[in-house]
């Protein structure tokens, strides 16, 4: 990794684990689709895979990925300074990992990536962000990097229209089960970015991430069939849900 102005002092892990926390009061099956997607892995591209994980963030899935397969290799691609940040000061040192501030709406992002194809790109919770006509986009320059046979997956919010009253007892629910997790002392979103920006470290990269995203991107949630439709239409052989929740999936698409 190329070197960086990481303060040495700042407890990464601490932020990892903040971070790991605030995402599971949305998703409390969160390692439960990190596990599915790295057996999916294991199972297609085997022990030693070269990865991209694409919107990484702070690295949680680089990091499950190298915990169960040491001689794995990751990219990790983000727009957002602060999650960079993170991911950096945690990786530093380490040469299994690159890190790659690019913009996946820019159609020339992968020209910044060390290698032309990888076995398998992954990744969690991030594009829901973008609207469909980008996703699809998207889905076409990710079917160019992954190799024959390799898979790409993505796990994220996939809303099914077709069952509003499903949808709204989940949504119900999940807001319930929320509030209590609040009561208890967990920190939500903005809670999260409200300490981040308090910090010595991540407060300049937290008000840039700011100034890029605002305070929500307005993406869009399709369904599942219509993700593995659009990723069979991009040059994907195969694609189908490995894994679901009420409101989440983990789509696999096979090259």
């Given at each position: 990794m190329a070197d960086t102005d990481i303060t040495a002092g700042t407890d990464w892990g601490a932020w990892q684990e903040s971070w790991d926390r605030q995402q599971e009061w949305y998703m409390p099956d969160r390692e439960d689709r990190f596990r599915i997607m790295?057996?999916?892995v294991e199972a297609f591209v085997g022990d030693t895979p070269r990865v991209l994980d694409l919107a990484c963030g702070t690295g949680s899935i680089t990091a499950r990925l190298l915990a169960r397969?040491?001689?794995a290799t990751s990219t990790g691609v983000d727009l957002d300074p602060a999650l960079l940040t993170i991911a950096r000061g945690t990786f530093r040192g380490d040469d299994r990992v690159t890190l790659v501030e690019a913009d996946l709406k820019d159609p020339d992002w992968p020209a910044r990536l060390p290698h032309d194809t990888?076995?398998?790109v992954l990744t969690a919770t991030a594009l829901h962000?973008?609207?469909t006509d980008p996703l699809q986009a998207l889905y076409g320059r990710i079917a160019e990097?992954?190799?024959p046979d390799g898979v790409f997956m993505n796990a994220d919010h996939m809303i099914d229209d077709t069952t509003p009253r499903i949808n709204a007892a989940e949504r119900a629910h999940r807001r319930e089960r929320g509030e209590r997790a609040l009561s208890d002392g967990a920190l939500d979103w903005a809670e999260w970015w409200q300490l981040a920006a308090k910090d010595p470290v991540l407060a300049a990269p937290t008000a840039r991430r700011f100034e890029i995203y605002g305070e929500h991107a307005d993406g869009e949630t399709p369904s599942a069939a219509w993700h593995a439709r659009v990723l069979r239409e991009k040059g994907f052989a195969e694609a189908?849900?490995?894994w679901c929740s009420p409101s989440d999936t983990l789509l696999l698409a096979v090259r």
């Open positions: 790295l057996d999916m397969f040491p001689g990888y076995d398998a962000w973008l609207r990097l992954v190799r189908r849900p490995v």
